[in-house]
Nanobody, 118 residues
């Protein structure tokens, strides 16, 4: 099992920045990909960014150039640096992890609220 705990959410004005953290514990060696999802009220959960053990990254078009995902394997922690935030970035952000060869994300954090005011 893997446990994921997010932190770093909050309220920020449009144009501001926030950094989210996701601390992982448990069977870390079973994890290959980690990602950040978000879900806004009335909308489906969407993948924001992901990163593999090797450092390969992938971003949703809506956040490219503004968000940056990183991973410190020594600390078992993943980060999401969010810059130039927009009101439409308001959502609950979830950390997720996928086991090697898995088709879908197996583990989820509890979520952290990010609210961007205009």
């Amino acid at each position: 099992q893997v446990q994921l705990v997010e932190s770093g959410g909050g309220l920020v004005q449009a144009g501001g920045s926030l950094r989210l953290s996701c601390a992982a514990s448990g069977s870390i060696s079973s994890i290959n990909v980690m990602g950040w999802y978000r879900q806004a009220p009335g909308k489906q959960r969407e993948l924001v960014a992901s990163i593999t053990n090797g450092g390969s990254t992938n971003y949703a078009d809506s956040v490219k150039g503004r968000f940056s995902i990183s991973r410190d394997n020594a600390k078992n922690t993943m980060y999401l640096q969010m810059n130039s935030l927009k009101p439409e970035d308001t959502a609950v952000y979830y950390c997720a992890a996928k086991k090697w060869f898995a088709a879908r994300y197996d583990y989820w954090g509890q979520g952290t609220q990010v609210t961007v005011s205009s």
